[in-house]
């Protein structure tokens, strides 16, 4: 029987701490509220008890963040997309944000097995002085066990309305996508890290970011395809690929910490579950 999972999160300001109320609907839900940085930044562990998102299932997180606040949300290991016999796995996330608030969106990585049929969608809603940075790490099958993405598709959707809408059809089939150089190169992990939400004058900070992001990527211990690009006056991206997840991630929490450092003068602090 298919899951159906729907989680609130509703971050709010009491005095200067960060504080969240949830509101969960199946098995989707966050752990503790911690405070490693301080009352002003609130991160969270969202889980998934059942472990993976099968065919039919569909699962959707809302967040929203009032004016001051800061949320950092993550998960404690990979999202798995399961083979389906023909209904789509969906996953939503819509995160909206007052002004003057902020996100850090990171989940670990999601892995598409072979024969999925899977949707991942996220929707940003920003008001003007709002920011948020996050990040999508796809790897298409299990490639260290020997378990090519060798039937399938993945539709990735990735937008903040009116500024960026990225919207990928990836199918197994589709080798010119997946081995042309101009596609995926033969490589089967890709990394997006995004950061949204610069104003139409803050152009010192969006060139501090794409510096950071270059100087992250060439400071790199492996020869990674990457780059650094703004697509939009308010958007900044910084992409990889890879052969397998490891590589890519550290280089995304590389690129995350000068991020965090440039625009808005804060040290890494990787949540904790990361270590684990």
């Known amino acids: 029987m298919p899951w159906t999972g729907h989680l609130t999160l509703d971050y ?3 005095g200067t701490r960060t504080t969240a109320h949830d509101r969960h609907e199946g098995p989707l839900r966050v752990l503790q509220r911690l405070y490693p940085e301080g009352d ?6 969202l889980v998934h008890p059942p472990g993976g998102v099968a065919g039919g299932d569909v699962l959707e997180v809302d967040a929203r963040l009032a004016g001051g606040t800061h949320a950092v949300v993550t998960t404690p290991g990979a999202t798995r ?3 389906s016999s023909g209904a789509p796995a969906v996953q939503r996330a819509r995160l909206q944000l007052s002004a003057g608030a902020r996100m850090e969106w990171l989940p670990l990585e999601t892995l598409a097995y072979s024969g999925c049929i899977a949707e991942n969608h996220l929707q940003l809603g920003l008001e003007p002085g709002a920011q948020a940075m996050g990040w999508d790490l796809l790897a298409l099958g299990l490639p260290a066990a020997g378990q090519p993405f060798e039937r399938g598709r993945f539709l990735q959707h990735l937008e903040w309305p009116g500024h960026w809408l990225e919207r990928a059809h990836i199918a197994a089939e589709d080798t010119l996508l997946l081995n042309s150089a101009l596609g995926w190169a033969g490589h089967r992990v890709l990394g997006t890290l995004w950061f949204c939400g610069l104003g139409p004058r803050e152009d010192a900070q969006r060139e501090a970011l794409l510096d950071g992001a270059r100087a992250a990527i060439d400071a790199a211990p492996t020869n ?3 780059g650094a690009t703004s697509p939009h006056p308010g958007v ?3 992409r990889v690929l890879a052969h397998r997840v490891e590589p890519a991630m550290h280089l995304l929490q590389a690129v995350r910490a000068a991020w965090r450092a440039a625009a808005w003068g804060l040290q890494a602090q990787p949540p904790r579950v990361w270590a684990t």
Do not use: N
């Not at 002003?40 to 562990?45: D, L, P, Q, T, Y």
């Open 236 to 238: 900044v991206l910084t």
């Open 224 to 226: 990674l395809p990457a």
């Open 40 to 45: 002003a930044i609130c991160h969270h562990v």
């Open 12 to 14: 709010r300001l009491d």
């Open 81 to 83: 997309f399961y083979r």
